[in-house]
């Protein structure tokens, strides 16, 4: 059988981007937030490797393997066709100490793959986690090199690593448990010559809806069951299941917070556990009940632009392109933080962003007092805290780089783009 086969469209330009990036280094590196256009996408890297540290302890304390997921930040920089660094998930393998990632687009593996991480054996795993179609197949040989037995006859290469993703509750993406469908797929998949079939990967998304560390404990113990559950069942009718991989952020944020013998009890039976907003977190997270505002490391940069006291409200410069729209419990799309606060244990906000259009941001429904401080004059640059992470660092074609709350910029990142 024949597939069609595409590409990823943008691989050839990525040469270009250690020299763009050269350029935005030596233009913003040095300044501050406010010498700077608006809206850019500011990270603390201070704070992102706090909390990738604290995500090794899973590693250390439990034996168990960790899997970062590299979708929100994946910069890199490229030298003669291969990438040079990729900075943040330099910071996750070596802060999480762990030798495995997670990528949601093939091109974010071609970075990966073709990347220091893997020459100096930093990076030994990469997982690609969104399902393949067929005419993405010839990237998975090119890539594993360093509908799919029809394909696989016409081809000589290495069998593929193949997760069989089960649904454990999310209701995403994964097959579902006691079913003859579900069976049948993971018969073929440890039957056939052109797969090694590791086992079975599950994602606990629904576990964002946690509010309290109770809840995100009960989410962990839902999901652990339910994939214990589906290796049972495919053991029980001949199918060796060798590897189960389950997580999300608020569940393994819960792994961190509960007893080390009572997540023992919890993981027994897991190999593996994966997060990615972990590392920058944001309003949603927070919401989780799993942390607070100082743990994170992604805010947006933006200028006042307008006063508007007849309706109590303030237009800033950054609107659904750079926060995305996606929701958080709290309302809104942001928190303007109080500059004042950054460096405090307590991180406080002046205000809410409530409404957004393609390039405008509204704050709206101000006190007086609010719309009298001095951090929200006309052309003065604030920072927002974002409702989504992945999302609104996608909005972005670079990132200014800062350390300890500070508003210097000490490097940029540049993101992989494309699909």
């Known amino acids: 059988m024949t597939f069609q086969q595409t590409t990823t469209p943008l691989q050839p330009f990525y040469g270009y981007l250690k020299e763009w990036k050269s350029g935005l280094v030596k233009e913003m590196v040095g300044k501050k937030l406010n010498e700077l256009r608006t809206p850019s996408l500011v990270i603390d890297k201070t704070v992102l490797e706090r909390n990738c540290e604290k995500l090794s302890k899973i590693t250390t304390d439990l034996n168990k393997k960790i899997r970062v997921h590299v979708k929100t930040h994946k910069a890199s920089n490229k030298q003669h066709l291969k990438y040079k660094t990729v900075e943040g998930a330099r910071i996750q393998l070596e802060r999480a100490k762990t030798d495995a990632i997670v990528v949601s687009t093939l091109a974010e593996a071609y970075a990966m793959v073709n990347s220091e991480l893997t020459r100096n054996d930093l990076l030994k795993d990469v997982l690609v986690g969104f399902p393949i179609t067929p005419d993405k197949l010839n990237d998975i040989i090119e890539l594993s090199k360093h509908a799919l037995e029809a ?35 993971a018969r073929r998949l440890q039957s056939s010559s052109h797969v090694n079939f590791k086992g079975i990967y599950t994602h606990a998304g629904h576990s964002y809806s946690s509010e309290t560390l109770e809840d995100a404990l009960r989410y962990l113990q839902d999901e652990c069951d339910m994939a214990r559950r589906f290796r049972d069942y495919f053991i029980e009718h001949g199918i060796n299941i060798g590897y189960v ?158 350390e300890d709350g500070n508003d210097t910029v000490v490097d940029v990142w540049v993101p992989i783009k494309g699909w």
Request: with cysteine; proline share 4%; hydrophobic share 40%.
């Open 151 to 185: 394909f696989c006859k016409d081809k000589q290469h290495q069998p593929f690593n193949v997760f069989l993703k089960v649904n454990c509750g999310y209701g995403r993406a994964g097959v579902p448990l006691d079913d003859t469908q579900s069976l049948e797929l």
């Open 245 to 402: 991989s389950i997580g999300a952020t608020p569940t393994a944020k819960a792994i961190l917070a509960f007893p080390k013998t009572e997540m023992e009890k919890v993981l027994e039976g897991i190999d593996e556990v994966h997060a990615g907003a972990f590392a920058f977190l944001d309003k949603q997270q927070v919401a989780t009940g799993l942390g607070d505002y100082r743990d994170v490391a992604i805010m947006v940069a933006t200028r006042v632009v307008s006063h508007y006291a007849d309706r109590n409200s303030i237009l800033i410069d950054a609107g659904g392109l750079a926060f995305s729209k996606d929701t958080a419990p709290q309302g809104g799309y942001g928190y303007i933080v109080d500059a004042s606060s950054l460096q405090t244990d307590k991180v406080e906000f002046i205000a809410s962003v409530n409404k957004l259009s393609q390039e405008h941001g509204l704050l709206q429904e101000l006190a007086p007092s609010v719309l009298s401080n001095p951090q929200l004059e006309i052309g003065k640059v604030v920072r927002v805290i974002p409702n989504h992470c992945c999302l609104t660092a996608a909005c972005h074609l670079f990132y200014l780089i800062i």
